[in-house]
């Protein structure tokens, strides 16, 4: 199974917003609405920002948003904040309830 | 408070084996799927594969069949990640995280562990 491919980084401007793309095949981001976003901060473990497309979890700022369509699953951070530089990584279900993660994007707040 | 906490880091030789423990507390340990996710430094996040500690029941990565080993003690509430014939490139932090059994969702694991630091080298 390959993993999910990401943007390497993007970046933006407090107060602004910004988009990361992950894609992946019919066989897992195309084939199941099962796609979770994770932000790991240096030295952590990740977190849980969005499950299942386009669900927060509770405590999860509604500033993050999540949308799917076709292969390809997208994560917007709205009025970004500094606290918001960090890793991302998407997640998919890849069939027979196994998973594969994307590789991962570097947000940098300008 | 919910958390799961691993065991401390470990050095290996090339070939060896290591198991990793992961201790849950604060919430029902056999309702929940537990993950392994393991990450090389400097590199992604890769999923090895989860265990249901309920029924013991496991499923694997392709790339970690017959040679990664997910048990669990449902009286300690810990579960358990075994490597066998590490090799360099095997050097990575090792997490655990929980995901709640029989929900309509997947991939949603909420809660992680600390991490542990695999290093194997000669």
């Known amino acids: 199974q390959s993993a999910l491919t990401q943007p390497r980084s993007v970046s933006g401007s407090p107060g602004q917003s910004v988009t990361i793309s992950c894609t992946g095949t019919?066989?897992?981001?195309?084939?199941?609405?099962?796609v979770s976003w994770f932000q790991q901060h240096p030295g952590k473990a990740p977190k849980l920002m969005i499950y299942?497309?386009?669900k927060r979890p509770s405590g999860v700022p509604d500033r993050f948003s999540g949308f799917k369509s076709g292969n390809t699953a997208s994560l917007t951070i709205s009025g970004l904040q500094a606290e918001d530089e960090a890793d991302y990584y998407c997640?998919?279900?890849?069939?027979?309830?196994?998973?594969?993660f994307g590789t991962g994007t570097q947000v940098t707040v300008l | 408070q919910v958390q799961l906490v691993q065991s401390g880091a470990e050095v290996k030789k090339p070939g060896a084996s290591v198991k990793v423990s992961c201790q849950a507390s604060?919430?029902?340990?056999?309702?929940?799927?537990v993950h392994w996710v393991r990450q090389a430094p400097g590199q992604g996040l890769e999923w090895m594969g989860w265990i249901n500690p309920n029924s013991g029941g496991t499923n694997y990565a392709q790339k970690f069949e017959g040679w990664v080993t997910m048990t669990r003690d449902t009286s300690i509430n810990t579960a358990y990640l075994e490597v066998s014939r590490l090799k360099s490139d095997d050097t990575a932090v090792y997490y655990c995280a929980r995901e709640e059994v029989g929900s309509s969702s997947f991939g949603a694991a909420d809660i992680w562990g600390q991490g542990t630091m695999v290093t194997v080298s000669s």
């Open positions: 019919s066989s897992d981001v195309g084939g199941y609405n099962y």
């Open positions: 604060g919430y029902s340990f056999t309702g929940y799927y």
């Open positions: 299942d497309v386009t």
């Open positions: 997640c998919s279900h890849a069939g027979s309830y196994t998973l594969v």
